[in-house]
């Protein structure tokens, strides 16, 4: 096997799957809309990905159906400290700061393949709540590569970058939206870049899928940590 597919298998932790060229192929370059790359049918998970002008690096969108109410999947997200049990190839998360009911960053430490420093970045969350004119919750997840000091001997990711939207359809079921642009920086390729940024969306929705059947969340009576709703 070609030793750069390896190490990116090994990037993902997916070693029970193979890559099939369908992952790696790019998108036209005429082509600046949004194209279904993965349609999961099973677990009501579809995956896009789109070219943005002037850019080699794909831009990805992900939504799922969850059989979860929309405060379950608000108390997962909001749970920086088990990141790691669902969040896509960290090795480390740390929650930062609070800065009010509306806002708090986190850090991340990403896994890289054999022979490239791990990747770190910091993440502001900025919270639009749901209200009567906006039925939905959002979050805005920014990069902030300045808010710390570099950590040798990880390299600070250039952007990652998400919007997170919950819908709610039912008292037992939430739309997940989340669209975003990934940059780790650095001498990684575009084309391995477009592959984990098909790979991790649909990781972290299956994750979170997983994680809102869990007693300390579906079960909670505690108040939600954020205001998520006006």
């Excluded at 919007?163 to 084309?191: D, H, M």
């Amino acid at each position: 096997m070609n030793k750069k597919i390896l190490a990116l298998l090994m990037l993902v932790g997916a070693t029970q799957v193979s890559a099939n060229l369908d992952d790696l192929r790019d998108v036209s370059p005429e082509d600046n809309g949004w194209k279904l790359q993965k349609n999961d049918s099973r677990h009501k998970i579809k995956v896009y990905i789109k070219n943005e002008e002037g850019q080699k690096i794909r831009s990805f969108k992900v939504e799922a159906v969850i059989d979860a109410p929309i405060e379950t999947l608000l108390r997962v997200q909001s749970d920086v400290d088990n990141y790691m049990r669902w969040y896509f190839a960290t090795t480390e998360v740390k929650f930062l700061k609070k800065v009010s009911n509306r806002e708090f960053y986190f850090y991340v430490v990403h896994d890289a393949p054999i022979g490239l420093p791990d990747r770190d970045v910091i993440l502001r969350t900025v919270i639009e709540p749901m209200n009567k004119k906006q039925p939905y919750v959002q979050l805005k997840m920014t990069s902030v590569p300045d808010y710390m000091p570099i950590r040798p001997p990880y390299e600070r990711m250039v952007a990652e970058n998400y919007i997170v939207r919950y819908t709610p359809l039912s008292k037992t079921q939430t739309l997940r939206e989340v669209e975003g642009f990934i940059n780790p920086g650095g001498s990684s390729p575009a084309w391995a870049i477009n592959f984990v940024q098909g790979k991790g969306p649909y990781t972290n929705m299956m994750g979170i899928r997983r994680m809102a059947t869990l007693p300390q969340y579906k079960d909670s009576k505690e108040p939600l940590p954020y205001e998520f709703f006006e």
